[in-house]
């Protein structure tokens, strides 16, 4: 069992709706973070969040609009996408940015876009 | 961070141990190496991460070469649900933000034979 837990599991969605991914741990940790992954290909940084501050974006598009409402707290807001944004999204967290602690990681939501 | 180079593949029989290599010749001095490893379907696992010392824990061995430009994972006596991709990845420590993202290779894909 991972202790990030995101919500939904699955997704569905058609290319004008407007939905969003949940992560939350309750680890205390200061960092949290939101990659990508392709089927056979392996994750992608999207976005870096410490001490609920944005502090990485890896030029993602902006219908992928991340929030952290608080420390235990990530959405990952989503509007407008397109089949090829179709993949597992990952959230993951650890202590802080310069914490040589490792990042754990949630099991991911799995997002199909119709 | 400094970039790794694995195998595509590899094959173990159960029970035996497995040994993962992974080449990071690049790598600085303040860079960890961190081993990953994901499931079919899962989020990574944390398994184990060092930066010049041996380390073990309850899951694996990291032996890291003493010009740490190399090292390898050992998983004492594999099991079928050690299959998985093994990621290895070098990660530095930034003090009050900066990049912090992890970066994945292609990694491993380990199959245990029973």
């Known amino acids: 069992d991972t202790e990030v837990t995101q919500t939904p599991k699955h997704l569905v969605m058609g290319m004008t709706n407007k939905k969003s991914l949940k992560c939350e741990q309750h680890?205390?940790?200061?960092?949290m973070y939101w990659y990508k992954q392709k089927a056979k290909k392996p994750p992608e940084l999207m976005f870096v969040y410490s001490y609920e501050k944005l502090s990485i974006n890896e030029s993602v598009p902006s219908r992928f609009s991340p929030e952290c409402p608080n420390s235990s707290l990530l959405n990952l807001h989503l509007h407008a996408l397109q089949p090829e944004d179709s993949a597992l999204y990952l959230c993951?967290?650890?202590?802080?940015?310069?914490?040589?602690?490792?990042?754990?990681f949630g099991d991911g939501t799995r997002l199909s876009i119709l | 961070d400094a970039k790794t180079t694995q195998p595509t593949s590899m094959d173990c029989a159960e029970g035996r141990a497995a040994n993962l290599p992974c080449n990071h010749s690049t790598i600085s001095g303040n860079e960890y190496v961190y081993w990953y490893r994901q499931i079919h379907s899962q989020g990574p696992q944390y398994i184990i991460h060092?930066?010049?010392n041996n380390e073990t824990n309850e899951m694996a061995s990291l032996i890291i070469t003493e010009d740490r430009k190399s090292s390898t994972l050992i998983l004492p006596h594999a099991t079928l649900r050690d299959t998985a991709v093994y990621y290895c990845i070098v990660r530095a420590m930034y003090s009050g933000g900066g990049a912090d993202g992890l970066t994945f290779g292609k990694g491993t894909h380990l199959i245990i034979q029973p």
């Open positions: 060092g930066l010049k």
């Open positions: 680890m205390g940790h200061r960092a």
């Open positions: 993951a967290s650890n202590l802080g940015i310069g914490s040589n602690q490792p990042q754990h």
